[in-house]
């Protein structure tokens, strides 16, 4: 069953309690279902719907993503262990990209998103061959900047 429209906190409260390895799953289930790249893209694009919207003070330069087609703005809160996020782009594509990020990552300790092969799962999506070359690269881009985050929360104070 695709769920398109479901609200972000539910899904995020759901999916930090899953291993981020079953979310993956159920996003590939969920694409396997959709067949075609066409629809896959469309379906990036709902996911981008529901995105929490981000607030003005979070649209800073500071959390604009670097190598982005498109403007994307990505906000970082700590959780006591667990790193959050807040995203939002100027772009259906983008936004819909950023909120599949967000769905796999949102809610983790930074350990967990540090050992997850980003690359390897976008692959299993067919997500990357679906987009142009610079979307993909802002693709990348977004995981990246997640991953700097990760990093920056898991080194001592």
């Known amino acids: 069953?695709?769920?398109?429209?479901?609200a972000a906190a539910y899904l995020a409260r759901m999916n930090a309690e899953a291993p981020i390895d079953?979310?993956?799953?159920?996003?590939?289930?969920?694409f396997d279902l959709l067949g075609d790249w066409e629809g896959r893209i469309e379906y990036v694009?709902?996911?981008g719907k529901d995105l929490e919207p981000l607030p003005d003070a979070d649209r800073t330069e500071a959390n604009k993503v670097p190598g982005c087609a498109a403007q994307v703005w990505l906000a970082v809160r700590r959780d006591g262990d667990r790193l959050s996020f807040l995203a939002d782009s100027d772009s259906a594509l983008s936004k819909g990209n950023i909120a599949l990020l967000l769905r796999?990552?949102?809610g983790r300790a930074p350990a967990e998103i540090l050992a997850?092969?980003?690359?390897?799962?976008?692959?299993?999506?067919?997500?990357p061959s679906a987009l142009t070359r610079q979307r993909a690269n802002g693709l990348n881009a977004m995981v990246g900047r997640i991953r700097e985050a990760a990093l920056a929360a898991a080194r001592p104070q």
């Open 1 to 6: 069953m695709v769920v398109v429209n479901a």
């Open 116 to 127: 997850f092969d980003a690359r390897a799962a976008l692959d299993r999506l067919g997500l």
């Open 22 to 30: 079953a979310v993956l799953a159920e996003l590939v289930e969920e």
């Open 104 to 106: 796999l990552y949102s």
């Open 45 to 47: 694009i709902e996911l």
